[in-house]
């Protein structure tokens, strides 16, 4: 477990580098952050929508439909 996190303190510090070295490396660090927790956040939330419609009752509170 200590060796998980020490790569991810490693692995931090390899992306600072990397982003300050090249004056546009920043740009695609910002880019490539905000397309991963993007896409994690809609994960999240349609994940979070499938629990709750799986909870929901289908009728909440409301009678059934009669046919005829």
């Given amino acids: ?20 070295s090249f004056p546009t490396s920043i740009l695609l660090v910002l880019i490539g952050f905000v397309l991963i ?12 929508g499938a629990l709750v419609d799986l909870v929901t009752p289908e009728s909440l509170g409301r009678p059934p439909q009669q046919r005829g």
């Fill in 37 to 48: 927790t993007g896409s994690v956040l809609v994960f999240a939330y349609l994940t979070a």
């Fill in 1 to 20: 477990m200590a060796s998980i996190i020490q790569n991810i303190l490693d692995m931090t510090g390899y992306i600072g580098d990397a982003a300050l």
